[in-house]
């Protein structure tokens, strides 16, 4: 069993709402110091198999499928075999 | 002519199209389950509104592999008439069969009322009746609505007469401020290059009939049918 986790991003340039809101609260809230925030979403999976290779390239296959739209996002994922 | 509505998981406009179709306009409609692979024998799909799949992962994200859609992608590739509204129109996104991705609104809030919408062309079957620059109130309910696409995508839409609606203030002025949900130059519409596939945000099934508020949605629906030359 190997386990997977995806991030998924905003792409740059595009402009993300949500993440210019909590920004706004957490200055708000007296943290000064952050500069920009961006809302993204994690996922964890459970996989068979054992062969990172073939882990890796049929993770980013669902990712462009599925799990990302391409065109507003971008996606990283780190697979533990 | 002979519509048919998909339905989908959390669709909830169904039954509205259903009802403008059949009892205000008097045409054939039949119901497409989502399950369906067999579109043969209608002349124009409806991606009626509503919240397919939850909206789970993205609006539009799950629905566009129910196997209906491997139909309607053949449907619309062989030059069928199809037009989704609202959760339709984010489907047909999410599907590649129009261009671009929505985003949440800007304002993070459910916007469900009356706007008004420019017509940008009346090169399309869905706009023929319609004056260019002409102004229809028509009602929009969504969350996720803000339309955005890269430049070089929006300049070949452009170009090719590909932008149908845009948000505007009620004298047809575009302007941030009458932009609801921060839609890439107030865009509410758009269709395919060859004009057979429309996708817009704004409900024209919930503006055809004056006890509603607004008939102007039937410049949407009477383009269509003029322009298929059905009878009315």
């Given at each position: 069993m190997?386990?997977?986790r995806?991030f998924?991003?905003?792409?740059e340039?595009i402009l ?5 809101t909590?920004?706004?609260?957490l200055?708000?809230?007296?943290y ?6 961006r809302?993204?979403k994690?996922m964890?999976?459970e ?13 980013g ?5 599925l ?5 507003i ?9 | 002519m ?9 669709s909830?406009?169904?039954h509205?199209?259903?009802y ?14 989502h ?8 002349d ?9 799949y939850?909206?789970?992962?993205r609006?539009?994200?799950?629905a566009?592999f129910?196997?209906?859609?491997s ?5 619309a590739?062989?030059?069928?008439l ?40 009346t090169?399309?079957p ?6 260019r ?9 969504h969350n996720e ?29 575009v ?26 945000m704004p ?5 055809s ?23 009315v």
């Amino acid at each position: 069993m190997a386990r997977a986790r995806v991030f998924i991003t905003l792409k740059e340039g595009i402009l993300d709402p949500q993440g210019k809101t909590v920004l706004r609260a957490l200055k708000s809230l007296g943290y000064d110091e952050v500069e920009d925030l961006r809302v993204g979403k994690y996922m964890e999976l459970e996989l068979t198999g054992d062969d990172r290779g073939t882990l890796e390239s049929r993770l980013g296959e669902m990712s462009e499928k599925l799990l990302t739209n391409p065109i507003i996002e971008d996606y990283r994922m780190e697979v533990d075999v | 002519m002979r519509f048919g509505v998909v339905v989908f998981p959390g669709s909830n406009c169904d039954h509205d199209c259903f009802y403008v179709l059949d009892k205000v306009l008097g045409q054939d409609v039949d119901y497409l389950w989502h399950g369906s692979t067999d579109v043969s024998g209608f002349d124009c799909l409806v991606l009626p509104g509503g919240f397919s799949y939850g909206d789970y992962l993205r609006t539009g994200a799950v629905a566009r592999f129910s196997p209906v859609m491997s139909a309607v992608e053949k449907f619309a590739a062989g030059g069928g008439l199809v037009i989704g509204i609202c959760n339709g129109f984010q489907i047909l996104l999410e599907a590649g069969l129009l261009p671009g991705a929505m985003m949440r609104n800007t304002g993070l809030k459910f916007i469900c009322r009356f706007v008004d919408i420019r017509v940008e062309t009346t090169s399309t079957p869905w706009t023929s009746g319609a004056a260019r620059g002409q102004v229809l109130r028509i009602p929009i309910a969504h969350n996720e609505g803000n339309y955005q696409v890269d430049a070089a995508a929006l300049e070949e839409m452009k170009r090719r007469g590909q932008v149908v609606f845009r948000y505007c203030s009620p004298d047809g002025g575009v302007d941030g401020e009458h932009n609801p949900n921060g839609a890439t130059e107030s865009i509410a519409g758009i269709c395919s290059r060859e004009g057979n596939v429309l996708g817009m945000m704004p409900h024209p099934e919930r503006a055809s009939e004056a006890e509603l508020g607004s008939e102007d949605g039937l410049v949407v629906w009477r383009s269509l049918l003029s322009h298929c030359g059905a009878a009315v």
